[in-house]
């Protein structure tokens, strides 16, 4: 069977890489897009140390220039990329709304969400000519809720939920399934992920029933399962992936049960 081809988005370290490589393991040909080369290039070489195909393409996902650029590349080096993961993202400041600036509100809006209208509104008819399309975009828990200070980056997430289901509801009729996943606390940079980060990394445990915080590698095998044939008929849903933060309301404390 011909290998299939994905793009994913912000792949160059973090969640990205992490789903990048089990799709490299699972003989997609990968397109890792990263508006670093360096690190893209990293996530590549992983990738080809595995016996996978990879190949990094210096992409800024807020740029419909270079969105297109990105698509032909990979197109022309492995075929329609039928398989689209949208990833990058960036969570600003911890800035109160009456702090954050046109430049940071433009900057998250088109690097979040943007980013995902390009890439959908480029690949969504390719995939309908082909007759198969699989899109998973990486919301989060704040996808889900409000959070103080993070209030342009909590915007872009629920949008980008609401954006899957339309993407379902409208495109679902050509064999394309589009899902969101809602992490809550990953091993990344964005994350928790050194010394530095342990008081906050103890009230992260304070809220998590299931006392753990995500690894990317559990991030990429949810994501690269939402796509299999397995999960066809999963479109349009947003599927929390939090060790159960969202199920609990806080007023109860179990952590002295
Ligand atoms: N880490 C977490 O705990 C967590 C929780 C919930 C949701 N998420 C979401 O998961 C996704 C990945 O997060 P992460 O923790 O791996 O972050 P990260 O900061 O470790 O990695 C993000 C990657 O995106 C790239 N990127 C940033 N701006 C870009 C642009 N304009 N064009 C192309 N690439 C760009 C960065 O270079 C980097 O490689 C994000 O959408 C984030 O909102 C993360």
């Known amino acids: 069977m011909k290998a299939k081809t994905v793009i994913v988005t912000g792949a160059g370290q973090g969640i990205g890489a992490g789903i990048a490589k089990i799709y490299g393991k699972n003989g997609f040909h990968v397109g890792v897009l990263d508006i670093h080369y360096e690190t893209a290039k990293e996530t590549v070489k992983e990738i080809v140390d595995q016996g996978g195909t990879a190949m990094a393409v210096e992409c800024d996902v807020a740029l419909r220039s270079d969105v297109e650029q990105a698509i032909d590349m990979v197109t022309k080096a492995y075929g329609l990329p ?86 379902a509801a409208e495109w679902g009729g050509f064999n394309i399934t589009c899902n969101a996943v809602c992490p809550g606390y990953v091993q990344t940079a964005m994350g928790i992920h050194d010394e530095s980060f342990k008081g906050f990394s103890q009230s992260v445990m304070d809220i998590t029933p299931s006392k753990k915080i995500a690894t990317v590698e559990e991030m990429g095998e949810l994501v690269y399962y939402l796509t299999s044939e397995k999960a066809q008929y999963m479109n349009g849903s947003a599927i929390t992936f939090d060790g159960g933060i969202t199920c609990y309301t806080g007023v109860t404390d179990f952590n002295n049960f």
């Open 82 to 167: 039928t398989t689209l993961i949208n990833n990058a993202g960036v969570g600003g400041y911890f800035h109160r709304i009456d702090e954050v600036t046109d430049e940071e509100w433009d900057w998250i809006i088109n690097t979040n969400l943007k980013s995902v209208f390009l890439f959908c509104r480029n690949l969504l008819p390719k995939m309908k000519e082909i007759g198969y399309g699989r899109i998973v975009n990486i919301s989060s828990i704040q996808g889900l809720f409000g959070s103080p200070r993070s209030s342009t980056y909590v915007a872009t997430k629920h949008a980008i939920i609401g954006y899957t289901k339309t993407i």
